[in-house]
């Protein structure tokens, strides 16, 4: 088992581009995009994240929400989740489950307990169990090579 991803600006990205279905853009694309609503002295080619066309945040500016770090950004995550199919919310909730359980030195959590055992660790696990709900089942394994 791989170790799990820590929280940051990695994570964020992931979850960014997996959970929410933003789509990064780089270079003369993401320049493009950019001189729409900034000053061409202004317009930025690192790279900015879109969905459906808008604009949603931009490497250079900084304005990538802080999902797994930090709380007021990964409460949206969760409640995102809460949007999903009733599949995609069970395998959220298991995620989570075990979220608590690895925290717990592998010692299973009862459901009351599951947010007081995250409590700090809350926006980094929410991210994470996103990442494994919306993962397609199995499909880590072939990807490993190990089916
Ligand atoms: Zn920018």
Sequence with gaps: ?????????????????????????????????????????????????VRRGKRMACQECGDMPSWSTDIAAGWPVFQHMMDQ???????????????????SD?????????LQTLCHDFPAAVCRAALAAVERPGAAHRARGDS
């Design 85 to 103: 199919r009733f599949s995609v919310r069970s395998r959220f909730f298991q995620a989570l489950t075990d979220e608590a359980k690895r925290i």
């Design 106 to 114: 592998g010692l299973e959590v009862p459901s009351p307990w599951i």
């Design 1 to 49: 088992m791989t170790a799990p991803m820590q929280a940051g600006p990695e994570l964020d990205a992931v979850v960014s581009e997996r959970v929410f279905g933003w789509v990064p853009l780089r270079g003369e694309s993401a320049q493009k995009h950019n001189a729409k609503d900034l000053p061409a002295s202004r317009a930025h080619i690192e790279c900015i994240w």
